[in-house]
């Protein structure tokens, strides 16, 4: 760096020399010569900045790769191929995440399953995404370990959008008239949560009822839609 330092001083001082100098105008001296010069002092001053970057985002990934295996029980393998997809550079937002559903009654196997599946589960925000979807399920009876196996199979439930979580289970609510039953269809397949159930799912209730299933039978054939 100094010498590249000490070679473009001398340089810019032979440029002003020239340019004084009544020879200049026959020398045929183009600007693009000092264009190169700055270029050049450019590139030998980007080359530390971008070394910090690269140093930088070791780090993180550096990081993200510790905070999976100590955290959240992921394999050194499995943690190294997550931290290609999600970095993070200190624990405070996924800790908020973890610490939440741990409260919730999810397991280091729960957790760990979760962030393999879904790993960008880590980067949201605990009290305004996850925690509204977390209370909903409490609301209509799933809770403690039935929760945790709920949304541990299909983790990407919290990235779904809350009201059409809700829309779905109302809908579902209609047809089913007993909410328990809804309650055991989810605990079947939580996919049906993420379906267009007007169109995929209705036709099925609406079939299965006609050839006389009970609606307390209705859950075991749903899962088989999924």
């Known amino acids: 760096m100094f010498i590249a330092d000490k070679m473009l001083g001398l340089l810019l001082c032979k440029r002003m020399q020239l340019h004084s100098s009544p020879a200049w105008r026959n020398v045929g001296y183009s600007t693009t010569h000092l264009s190169f010069l700055l270029d050049f002092a450019s590139i030998s001053q980007s080359r530390p900045f971008s070394s910090n970057v690269v140093a930088k985002k070791f780090d993180k990934q550096s990081f993200t790769v510790s ?21 993070f550079r200190d624990s405070v937002k996924p800790d908020s995440v973890l610490n939440l559903l741990r409260d919730h009654g999810f397991t280091d196997a729960h957790i760990s399953r979760i962030v393999r599946v879904q790993p960008l589960v880590l980067w ?18 799933i809770s403690g370990a039935n929760l945790a196996t709920l949304v541990s199979r299909n983790p990407s439930l919290f990235g779904r959008n809350l009201s059409k979580i809700i829309s779905c289970y109302d809908f579902l609510k209609s047809q089913l008239v007993d ?47 999924f």
């Open 67 to 87: 905070y999976l295996i100590n955290s959240c029980g992921l394999s050194p393998a499995s943690a190294k191929l997550i931290s290609e997809r999600v970095q």
């Open 124 to 141: 949201l925000d605990a009290e305004r995404t996850v925690l509204p979807k977390l209370e909903f399920f409490r609301s209509i009876g």
């Open 179 to 225: 909410s328990e039953i809804v309650v055991k269809s989810l605990m079947k397949t939580s996919r049906i949560l993420q379906e267009d159930v007007r169109r995929n799912v209705c036709p099925n209730i609406s079939y299965l009822k006609e050839v006389g299933v009970p609606d307390s039978n209705i859950q075991l054939p749903i899962s088989s839609f």
